[in-house]
């Protein structure tokens, strides 16, 4: 049994589990989950994690403009971020430009590739975070690579994808057999529902297990200190995203 | 001191840019000069090159809407929670502009490697992205100092000019953008800044130590024009916030030319008033 | 908000600092640690590699008189006004220590590289100098966007430390550095600044709009020690001026071993007395 | 006739009439001469010229530290600075490094190169200046070169030195001839004794004319509000350099 939640507080919870231990944090635009996850763990983290929220005032420290977060992830002094991708493949490519007709004239143009295409390079531990678990977005193969989840060897590449967490469930990226393993199928749904989903081939256990649910203690701390921190950069997010 | 001649009207800022002008502009949360841009898209400016620094939204995709764009450098164009650019969207559909993508942290190595005077800046990450197929521009060097280390290599971005609104500047026309460096890079990266302020003030802030340390000399300012509100309805950092329901509206109406047009005419008016 | 662990006794701030390390010190108009100097060569330290950003006098002379350095990498040793540096040239002449010629952009833009995480920095000028002929640790590259234009190369520079004295300090551990911007690119170039200040403060100056933009964010700072007058005999700017007298007294005094060790002892005196 | 004037006034008139037209000066350490040379210039060009001493705190108006300068220049934004040698050739190469000896153990060793290796390169007008005319400083070929006069072609060189100021006359030099030309003899000296002391071949024409002495006007600027003006950077050189 078990505290009534939001698919949303599942989804930070999850996310908090994978960023433990974590020195610095920094969440891009349009990243509330993860920066609500970044927050807790900050919370519980006795001080040793740093939290940098793209478009906070409050949650970032930064004071040599918008090159800094680049900067300190060049040098090692980031050490998780989020990435997601209209389109994610099997070999965690990610798409953030467009589908359908020739690039660049898209039938869908997205917004673009961001910091993806060095950030995927350099952040020791990326987490490919979308919440559309489809096989629109998880297809074969991306109509374009904003960031290739793996590179040749000689490529300078001290970071990449670690895991990737959907509204359905987490898996973990093996940079090595370029494939991605199910680690857990979210509470309320199945591994068919997984696969059926999913448009391209991934490892998985005899058993999969069900992801954990967050228990009452994270909830009362989501729904108290993190609530109105994660409000300042999202408001509308923060009215919606939690329970009670 | 008497008022530097850098400090001119809204009208006369937007004349010193030329059509086929290359112009960089900052992210949503910097400072948008959307007064100067709207005064852009009065004087019928065409054929820009804008450079996003790095990625941009409602200022693109007003002038790309309005036909002033040919070229778009970016690493993302965006409404943010708003959803995608619908005329950046259409035109790229069309074909009707050219976009360069790009990566961030390749816009602002680019912008430095001008700053200092050289011709390229190198940037780990990009290889193998499609990014660096489709762009001819870009390289791919030796590192020197380590044996089959390749790297990326850009060439300079020198803008004719960076367009941005910042918080004030005084009537030697130095210009204050706080902790907003990227501002900083970008003036001293292009030919000239053009910048809109919420207010003049008087004296010079270089003499003042509090506020130096945040100050953009006027030797980089070929001109700054007094804005109020300036960047709305896009927000200003410690000011005011972003225009919600005209946002929404935005998002929404921009979706088709007739739309697009009507929310123009809205965001024209108050200066076609002033200018009356 | 509680204090940092990072703020710490100058001692402790000293013993940060292991035998051989890399440190990089400012010029002497940017804020000389010389209170923690003393401090490190009290204790006894070893094999330094420093490195001027971009030149040096006093302090460097201090520590080479005292044996602590190995490689002095630098764009300029001088007493200014003063004359010569008598311990460098003396340990010059004398073989006793390896120096690295450099000039000052190239400090700069080296410790840049180290800032963004790239391999090297490219520089224009220094082509067909003797600095060239002597740096077989720097390259000369082609710039792959124009056809016979050759370009220097120059590594990364990562000092383990980077060593100098600010205004202030928050209980955070943020320090203020007001326009001397250097010592900001010092500490993101290092793997930690180690920082003297005038004063600690309460609060955190990033929440602070006139102060942010001059503030060092404590990520890059391993230890900060509170030191009175942390520059003397150096000036420290906007606060006290050099000591004249001194000056005069040491570039006469330390052309021998013996006035040197005097002068050293002059300047311990008060450290001394305050550590007993 | 004409007002009597130190020879520092004589050399601070010389040094301004280069600079005439520039727009952006600026002067490196230990350069009292060219810095009022400097600031004699800005205070005639009616707001055009900008005047940038280091080490100053009102002549600087640089906020992005101590690279700033060397930005600048390369972006083309700094029009004329000084340098000097302990060393100087025919060819114009200044070696600031040391000599006697075999580097880096020389016997004399000076500070070193600072920007000289840089800006001798990018900035249109670098006037060389040193007070001191011997044959110890004006060498048949100095031992190190700092940086040199003149480079290969196909070398990136937009600056490089224009002229050359002594306490005893004034200099040209021509890039494409690599050679000094005698331009004038300052007045109480004579072609023989800049002969007799410089190590080096140069140009003269058949007259050499004499430096133009400091004019009354010129002499109540520097003495009026020029004086003042230096003396926030360099006060013992206010106390002696002018005479009244």
């Known amino acids: 049994m078990g505290a009534e939640y939001t698919k949303k507080e599942l989804l930070i919870t999850v996310v908090a589990r994978l960023l433990q231990g974590c020195g610095h944090i920094a969440c891009g635009a349009s990243s509330p989950i993860p920066g609500a996850a970044a927050l807790l763990t900050r919370a519980r983290s006795n001080g040793r994690t740093r939290v940098t929220v793209l478009g906070s005032e409050k949650n970032n420290f930064f004071t040599n403009g918008g090159v800094e977060l680049f900067d300190i992830a060049g040098e090692g002094r980031l050490d998780a971020f989020f990435l997601g991708g209209g389109q994610i493949d099997g070999f965690a490519n990610i798409n953030l430009v467009g589908t359908g007709g020739t690039y660049p004239n898209n039938d869908v143009r997205w917004p673009g590739s961001f910091g993806s295409a060095y950030l995927y390079f350099v952040v020791p531990k990326v987490i490919l975070f979308r919440e559309e678990h489809t096989r629109r977005v998880f297809v074969p193969k991306v109509d374009f690579v904003s960031a290739p989840g793996v590179s040749e060897p000689g490529v300078y590449r001290p970071g990449g994808p670690k895991h990737l967490v959907t509204n359905l469930a987490l898996f973990d990226f093996d940079p090595k057999r370029i494939r991605f393993t199910l680690v857990s199928v979210h509470p309320g749904h199945t591994v068919e529902e997984v696969l059926d989903n999913t448009g391209f081939d991934f490892d998985r256990p005899a058993m999969v297990p069900v992801t954990p649910a967050p228990d009452a203690q994270t909830l009362a701390e989501l729904r108290g200190s993190i609530r109105p921190e994660i409000a300042e950069t999202y408001p509308r997010f923060a009215e919606t995203a939690f329970a009670a | ?276």
């Open chain 2, 1 to 276: 001191m008497s008022m530097s001649p850098t400090i001119m009207s809204l009208d006369a800022l937007a004349a010193l840019v030329p059509d086929g002008a290359k112009i960089a502009v900052p992210t949503d949360y910097s400072g948008i000069a959307m007064a100067a841009t709207l005064a852009l898209i009065r004087r019928g400016v065409r054929n820009l090159h804008l450079v996003s620094v790095p990625a941009t939204g409602l200022q693109a995709d007003l002038l790309i809407g309005a036909g002033c764009v040919a070229v778009m450098e970016t690493a993302g164009v965006t409404l943010g929670e708003y959803g995608g650019a619908p005329r950046f969207n259409e035109a790229l559909r069309k074909g009707q502009i050219k976009v360069l993508d790009a990566t961030c942290p390749a816009i602002h190595a680019a912008l430095q490697a001008s700053e200092k005077g050289v011709p390229f800046a190198t940037l780990r990450g990009i290889l193998g992205s499609d990014l660096l197929l489709n762009r001819p521009d870009w390289a791919v060097i030796d590192n020197p100092f380590q044996q089959g280390d390749k790297i990326v290599a850009l060439p300079a971005i020198r803008p004719d000019f960076a367009l941005f609104h910042a918080p004030m500047a005084d009537e030697a026309g130095n210009v204050w953008i706080g902790h907003r460096r990227e501002q900083m890079t970008m003036a001293h990266a292009s030919k000239a800044a053009i910048v809109t302020v919420e207010e003049l003030r008087p004296g010079n802030f270089l003499d003042d130590p509090l506020l130096a340390p945040g100050t953009i000399p006027s030797i980089y300012v070929g001109g700054v024009a007094e804005a109020r509100r300036g960047a709305a309805p896009i927000a200003m950092w410690g000011r005011y916030p972003i225009d919600d329901a005209f946002m929404r509206g935005y998002a929404e109406a921009a979706r088709t030319e007739a739309g697009f047009s009507r929310m123009l005419d809205l965001l024209m008016e108050p200066q076609k008033a002033a200018a009356e």
